[in-house]
C-alpha cells in the first residue's frame, strides 16, 4: 500500500478539533468540576490558550503523559486546538513515555504540572523533526504498549465526528454531567470527555474509585447524571450496593470495554427502569476512536446479548467466514482511523485505511440488531476439533459458573471464580465440547484474573495452564541422591564423566554452572570457591566435611544472585512495572568475571575450542530468536539477525537496539579469545593474570574518559567493566580487592552523566562482586534463583518478543510471562547439544554395523 504524505502550505493555519478550538462558545457554563474548584467554559477556554500559546503555531508532535486532573486536560485541549499532534500515555506508567518517546522522538512532553491548569512542558525542538500529515489529530495505544507501540492514528473528523455520533445518541446535554471513571489515555475514558465538551456539559474530573465512598459522596455533591463502565465495573457495583444508593440526579450509565454478560445487562437495565434511568450497553474500539454501536435502552432487558444498532453516521455489514457459520463484522463511518503508526515516518501517512474489519464473528438479526457471537482470534484447534472459547464460557455461564477461558492449539485453559470443584467441572465440560479430558485444565480461582481497564485477563489465565518449567529440579530432571558424575552428566549432556574431570574440563561454562552449582549443593553442602576447577574425586572426597544442616537460608555465589536480579530489573523496566536502570551493566562486568573463570583453563588449542563454544552457546539461540522476530514483527533487520546492528544500525534508538546487549557481550567475548589466541599475549596472560585484566581496564577507560577512540562501536565503553569482572576473578589478595574497589569508585561515578540511581546500581552490583562470593537467599528461593540466572540471556532475549503481545495486560503479568518464555527457551536450548551428541552417536554405530547380502544392516538380536 502506497503512503501517502500532504504537506501543509506555509500561510495556511493549522487544522485543529473544533469543540477544543471553541470552548469559549460556552461562555459562564461550568466545564470542569473537581473536588476542590469549578471552571467555566470561558476558563477553561483561557486556561487552554495560554498552554496553547506556548506549544506556538508551528506544529509539532505532543507527548502527554496523561492523568484524570485539570492539567492534563487543559494540556490535552491545547494541543488539539493549535493542531499538534497528541500521543496519549498513561500517566500512571512510569516508563510509557520513555517508551513512547523512544519510538517516536516527540519535540513536545507535557505532563501535569502545579494542579492550577498549567502543565509541565519540555520542549525537545522548536521545529517538529517529523512529516506530520495535516488530517492527524491523536494517537492512541490500542491496549496501552509500554515496549514497541503500536499507536492508532486518528483524525480531526474522526474525534468530532465520533464526539457528535455519541452526544447524538445519549442524548447529551448541557444540563449534564458525567464522572470521570475511567483514564484520560483510554479511548473510552476520553470520549467521554469529547462528547460533553462538544455539547457544552460538565465533566466531574477524579481519578477516585467506584469502590471509594469518597467517589458516591463527590458524585452526589456535584449532582452528577452519568458514569461510565466496563464489565469489571459491574462486580465492584455489586460490592458497594450500588442497587440501594440514592442517586437522584443519575440519568444513564454507559457500558463498553468488553461484553457484559446478559444476565448483568438485564438485571441492570431493569434496575435503571425501576430507578428511573437508562443503561446504554455499547460496542466499540479505539480504530474507531471508540464507539461502534449502542443498544437502545428500551430494548436492553429484552434482548441483552445484543450490541445494537450502528451509531448515527456509521454502517456494519457482515462479510463470510471459511469455515464458519458466522461472518466478520466490519464497520463504516467517518470516525474509523487514518490507519496505524508503528515508527516515525508513518505519522505523514494520510488514510490507509478505509473501513475497520474487527476481528468479531456476528450476525445481524431479522428486528435489525446485531450480535457479536465470538472473536475469529478466539478460536483454538485441538485434536483437530475446533473450540469457540466464548462458547465455552457461555456454556459454563449457563451452570451459573463464572469463568474465562484462554487456549492454545495443545490445552485449553479455564479459570473458574468461586467455590466450584474444577474436577467436577471438567468431567461435565468435556463431554459437552467433545474434546478429550486430558486437553482441559480447570482452575479455580478467587477473582478471575483483569487488566487494569478491567477487561479479562487471558494471558494470565493461560499461564495458569503453563507447566513449571522447573518442575522437580533446575533441569527439569527427577530430584532424588545423586552423586556428583550423574549431576555433571546430566547438566553437561555428556554420556560419562570421569574421576579427573572437572566442570571447566567437561565444557561447562558460565550457561550451565548456575544450574549445576545449585544441583551439587544440595547434594554435597557447601561448595569450595573454586569447586568448578576440582575434580569429581576431589569433590566426592569432601562431601561429608561440606554438608550442614538445612536453615532457613542458603548461601548462592553472589554473581548467580545478580544475574537473577538483574534480568527482572531489566525487563520489569522495557515492559513499565518499574523503572530501575544499571543493571545491564553490572551483567557485563559479571560477563568478565565468568569468562576468566571458565574460559581460562587448558591448553592454548584445546582452550580456544571451549572458548569458541561457549560463544556459539551465546550467537547462535540469540540470531535464531531474531531471525523469528525479523519475520513476525517488522521492527528489526538483517544487521540484527546477525549481532551488527551496534555497526551497521542507526545511531538513534530504535527497536533495532533492543538487543545491543548481546551484541556488546559477543563483541567482547570474541575480542578477549582473538587476543588471547596471540601466543605472545597468552604468555603475558598467564604471567600476570592480575595485571594483564587491569591493563584492559587500563585501555578500556581511555574510552570511558573520552580520551582516546578505538573505533569500537558501542563496545569500547564496556572493555572496562568487562575486564575489572575479569580482574576480580584473578583476584588473591585483600591488596587487589582493594586496588579494584579504588578504581571502581573512582571510575563509575559520571559514567551515567549523573543519573544517581544507574550509578549507584552500577557501584553496588560492582562492590558486591568484589568483597562477597555469596549472598544469603532464603531457601524456598533458591531454586528459582538458579533458574533464572541460568536462563537471564534467554529471557533478555525472548522478552522483547513476548511483552508487546501482552500489551493489554498488567505489566507484572507481562514480566511474568517474559521470564516463563525466557526460561522454556533456556530448557529448549540446554538440551540441543545433548541431543546433536546422541543422534552422531547413534549414526556412528548404525555405520558400524555390518551389512547383510541385501545391503541392509545387521542389528544384534537381543
Not at 501517512?349 to 450480535?371: C, I, K
Request: with cysteine.
Amino acid at each position: 500500500m502506497s503512503i501517502i504524505t500532504t504537506s501543509r502550505p506555509l500561510d495556511a493555519p493549522p487544522r485543529s478539533v473544533g469543540f477544543a478550538a471553541t470552548l469559549a462558545r460556552f461562555n459562564d457554563a461550568p466545564a470542569i468540576v473537581t473536588e476542590t474548584e469549578t471552571i467555566s467554559y470561558r476558563q477553561l477556554a483561557q486556561r487552554m490558550e495560554a498552554v496553547a500559546d506556548r506549544l506556538g503555531t508551528e506544529r509539532r508532535l505532543v507527548l502527554l503523559s496523561a492523568t484524570n486532573d485539570v492539567d492534563c486536560l487543559v494540556a490535552y485541549l491545547a494541543a488539539l486546538s493549535g493542531g499538534h499532534p497528541v500521543i496519549l500515555v498513561p500517566g500512571d506508567k512510569p516508563s510509557a513515555p520513555e517508551a513512547i518517546r523512544a519510538a517516536f522522538d516527540p519535540d513536545v512532553i507535557l505532563a501535569a504540572g502545579d494542579g492550577n491548569g498549567r502543565p509541565h512542558i519540555r520542549e525537545i525542538r522548536p521545529i517538529s523533526a517529523h512529516d506530520l500529515h495535516p488530517d492527524l489529530a491523536l494517537l492512541l495505544s490500542t491496549s496501552g504498549s509500554t515496549g514497541s507501540p503500536k499507536l492508532v492514528r486518528l483524525s480531526h473528523q474522526n474525534l468530532e465526528a465520533n464526539a457528535a455520533s455519541i452526544a447524538e445518541y445519549l442524548r447529551i446535554s448541557s444540563q449534564d454531567r458525567a464522572v470521570t471513571t475511567l483514564p484520560l489515555s483510554y479511548c473510552y475514558g476520553l470520549s467521554v470527555i469529547n462528547s460533553h465538551l462538544l455539547t457544552g456539559a460538565s465533566v466531574v474530573l477524579t481519578d477516585l474509585s467506584v469502590v471509594d465512598p469518597c467517589f458516591w459522596e463527590l458524585f452526589r455533591s456535584t449532582e452528577a447524571t452519568t458514569f461510565a463502565a466496563v464489565p469489571y465495573t459491574f462486580d465492584l457495583l455489586e460490592r458497594v450496593g450500588f442497587a440501594d444508593m440514592e442517586l437522584p440526579h443519575l440519568r444513564y450509565v454507559t457500558q463498553a470495554g468488553g461484553r457484559l454478560a446478559p444476565e448483568q445487562v438485564r438485571r441492570y437495565a431493569e434496575l435503571g427502569r425501576r430507578r428511573g434511568w437508562d443503561l446504554f450497553v455499547m460496542y466499540g474500539q479505539t480504530e474507531a476512536t471508540a464507539r461502534m454501536a449502542y443498544l437502545p435502552p428500551g430494548l436492553a432487558a429484552e434482548q441483552p446479548a445484543r450490541i445494537g444498532v450502528p451509531v448515527p453516521g456509521g454502517a456494519f455489514r457482515i462479510d463470510p467466514v471459511d469455515g464458519l457459520d458466522d461472518g466478520e463484522l466490519v464497520y463504516t463511518g467517518p470516525n474509523v482511523m487514518l490507519g496505524y503508526a508503528e515508527k516515525p515516518e508513518d505519522l505523514g501517512s494520510g488514510r490507509t485505511v478505509h473501513e475497520l474489519r474487527t476481528g468479531d464473528l456476528a450476525r445481524r438479526h431479522a428486528d435489525g440488531l446485531y450480535e457479536v457471537v465470538g472473536r475469529r482470534s478466539r478460536f483454538v484447534k485441538i485434536a483437530g476439533l475446533r473450540v469457540d472459547l466464548g462458547r465455552v464460557e457461555q456454556i459454563l455461564a449457563d451452570f451459573g459458573v463464572q469463568a474465562v477461558c484462554a487456549g492454545t492449539d495443545e490445552r485449553l485453559v479455564v479459570a473458574v471464580q468461586g467455590d466450584h470443584d474444577p474436577g467436577l467441572l471438567r468431567k461435565v465440560l468435556a463431554p459437552e465440547l467433545g474434546m478429550p479430558r486430558g486437553a482441559l485444565h480447570m482452575y479455580a480461582v478467587d477473582q478471575i484474573p483483569r487488566l487494569s481497564n478491567g477487561k479479562p485477563d487471558y494471558q494470565a489465565v493461560l499461564v495458569l495452564g503453563e507447566p513449571d518449567p522447573v518442575p522437580r529440579d533446575v533441569a527439569g530432571r527427577a530430584e532424588g541422591p545423586q552423586d556428583v558424575r550423574t549431576i555433571l552428566a546430566e547438566q553437561l549432556e555428556i554420556p560419562a564423566v570421569g574421576d579427573d574431570s572437572t566442570f571447566v574440563s567437561l565444557g561447562g561454562d558460565s550457561l550451565s554452572y548456575v544450574a549445576t552449582s545449585v544441583r551439587l549443593e544440595k547434594a554435597l553442602g557447601a561448595l569450595p570457591p573454586d569447586w568448578h576447577l576440582r575434580s569429581v574425586a576431589e569433590l566426592e572426597a569432601g562431601a561429608s566435611v561440606r554438608r550442614r544442616r538445612r536453615r532457613f537460608v542458603a548461601p548462592v555465589e553472589t554473581s548467580i544472585v545478580l544475574r537473577a536480579v538483574a534480568i527482572i530489573l531489566i525487563i520489569s523496566t522495557h515492559i513499565g512495572l518499574f523503572h530501575w536502570e544499571g543493571t545491564a551493566h553490572v551483567l557485563m562486568a559479571a560477563a568478565g568475571y565468568n569468562f576468566a573463570r571458565f574460559q581460562l583453563q587448558g591448553e592454548r588449542v584445546q582452550r580456544l575450542r571451549r572458548q569458541m563454544t561457549s560463544i556459539g552457546r551465546i550467537v547462535l539461540p540469540s540470531m535464531a530468536l531474531i531471525a523469528v522476530g525479523y519475520v513476525i514483527t517488522d521492527h528489526y533487520s538483517i544487521a540484527n539477525i546477525f549481532l551488527l546492528n551496534a555497526i551497521l544500525g542507526p545511531q538513534e534508538v530504535t527497536p533495532e537496539w533492543h538487543f545491543w546487549f548481546v551484541e556488546v557481550l559477543v563483541y567482547l567475548l570474541v575480542f578477549a579469545v582473538a587476543l588471547l589466541a596471540i601466543p605472545q599475549v597468552s604468555q603475558l596472560e598467564r604471567r600476570f593474570p592480575f595485571g594483564f585484566p587491569l591493563g584492559l581496564a587500563a585501555l578500556g577507560l581511555l574510552t570511558r574518559f573520552n580520551i582516546v577512540d578505538l573505533d569500537l562501536p558501542n563496545t569500547a565503553p564496556a572493555l572496562w567493566l568487562f575486564a575489572l569482572g575479569w580482574a576480580v576473578a584473578r583476584a588473591r589478595t585483600a591488596a587487589h580487592r582493594v586496588l579494584i574497589t579504588v578504581v571502581v569508585l573512582a571510575c563509575v561515578p559520571g559514567f551515567f552523566f549523573g543519573d544517581l540511581l544507574r550509578e549507584m546500581t552500577l557501584l553496588t552490583g560492582m562492590l558486591l562482586l568484589v568483597w562477597l562470593r555469596t549472598l544469603p537467599v532464603p531457601r524456598g528461593l533458591q531454586r528459582i534463583t538458579a533458574v533464572l540466572a541460568s536462563a537471564s540471556l534467554y529471557i533478555y532475549l525472548t522478552h522483547w518478543l513476548v511483552f508487546p503481545h501482552l500489551e493489554s495486560m498488567h505489566p507484572g503479568v507481562a514480566v511474568g510471562a517474559s521470564l516463563v518464555a525466557g526460561v522454556l527457551y533456556w530448557a529448549v536450548v540446554m538440551r540441543v547439544p545433548g541431543l546433536v551428541r546422541r543422534c552422531t552417536a547413534w549414526r556412528r554405530r548404525e555405520a558400524a554395523l555390518p551389512l547383510d547380502g541385501a545391503g541392509n544392516r545387521q542389528r544384534p538380536v537381543r
